[in-house]
């Protein structure tokens, strides 16, 4: 959706416009998984341009996701994830090839744009029951207040 070759980049382009593309600050994209589907850290470690630099949280379907353009993180984002690390969460950490195309994923076209970005990725809760939903959002806030602390925001 974010390479402008997409049928969808008008609705993405609006998007980042909303977001305040143009001030460079970060993006916090928030995303809610399927308990049953393949995205974790056992299936996400496999991908050639993904490091796991953390599992703290033994919920392998929450992680902070953080995209960078070096190979390896630098030393302000190791500081960073070392942070989470002590708050016993997941890290997961992309890196964007700024010579290659990429996928049309937000993560890739912040990281082109220079503009910092996070993810916080959790498991939906179950539509419906109450326990569910509130564990789900209880994680997600969880790992969006590290995110703040961290950020001072």
């Given at each position: ?56 949280d ?71 029951n ?21 950020h001072?925001?």
């Amino acid at each position: 959706m974010f390479n402008e070759d997409n049928p969808y980049w008008p609705v993405a382009k609006r998007l980042l416009e909303l977001c305040g593309e143009s001030s460079k600050e970060m993006i916090i994209a928030l995303h809610n998984n399927s308990k049953s589907g393949n995205f974790h850290l056992g299936n996400i470690q496999t991908w050639s341009n993904i490091s796991v630099l953390s599992r703290k949280d033994p919920d392998t379907r929450s992680m902070i996701w953080i995209s960078g353009d070096t190979p390896k993180p630098d030393q302000t984002l190791s500081a960073e994830i070392e942070f989470y690390k002590d708050l016993d969460l997941n890290v997961v950490y992309e890196y964007v090839p700024q010579n290659q195309r990429g996928d049309g994923s937000l993560s890739v076209y912040a990281t082109k744009k220079g503009i910092p970005y996070r993810n916080i990725e959790v498991v939906a809760g179950t539509r419906g029951n109450q326990k569910s939903e509130l564990k789900s959002r209880e994680k997600q806030t969880k790992y969006l207040d590290a995110i703040g602390s961290y950020h001072s925001f």
